[in-house]
């Protein structure tokens, strides 16, 4: 596995393969890995002849008071992991090789970006627009992957190679779930042992909406209310937002119909989690 830090040494490794016509996959991550990026890079390899994968902690898309300056970096496991799992190229970039000098560029998505995350999170889908175009003009990739766990990001990032026309195919991975059902995120690192104890609930609330559409509801707001009682019979966690919405375009539906995400995020004391369940419903 190469590592890269600079644009320019980037360039040359993927040049190189385009002219041997090569297909690359880019996995775009910000370090802490854990199965579910691992899982990502196997999809990428699947898919792409060459797969990079870039560790970047995006300054950009944290708003104040959020947890950049604590957000887990150890760069020489993250390489360790990606070495054994087939990616052929790591970029491994300071801040000064993505935001040059006077950089004042920012990429903002509208339709998808709004509420959820994007009113939770101000600015938060500016700069991982912004740093997704950066990355995908950085390596130029034919493909790239994200995860179905970041659902409104998926939605935005697919969004932004459409309007903009990049030439990226996006490839969406399923999410990645420890044996009790609780979603893999670098953030659980966050959690006390008994938040981690409460968490699975999460998981438990969206099956709760998967049995009752299955049983066929298509009411948005009974779903919604049978997957808010289950997470209302664990007290420690607190629901900040649950919706369905479609998947395109992450706005709320009341009737359940085509392809649909039910995203929520709750807080367990000081952590924040997200998660969903996508369905498509004839
Ligand atoms: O999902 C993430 O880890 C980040 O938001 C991304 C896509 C790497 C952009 O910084």
Redesign the pocket.
Known sequence: MITATTAHDLRRAVDRWRAHGERVGLV???GALHAGHLSLVELARSRADRVVVSV?V?PT?FGPGEDFARYPRDAARDAALLDGAGCDLLFLPAVETVYGPGCTTRVRVDGPSRGFEGEARPGHFEG?AT??AMLFNLARPDLAV?GEK?AQ?LAVVRALARDLHLGVEIVAAPTVRDADGLALSSRNAYLTPAERRAAPVLFRALEAARAAIAAGERDSGRVLAQLRAVVAGEPSVSLEYAAVVTADSFQPVDRIAGEIVVPLAARLGSTRLIDNLRLRVE
Do not use: G
């Open positions: 775009p991550t910000m970047f995006n898309q991982v740093v997704v994200f970041d990001q």
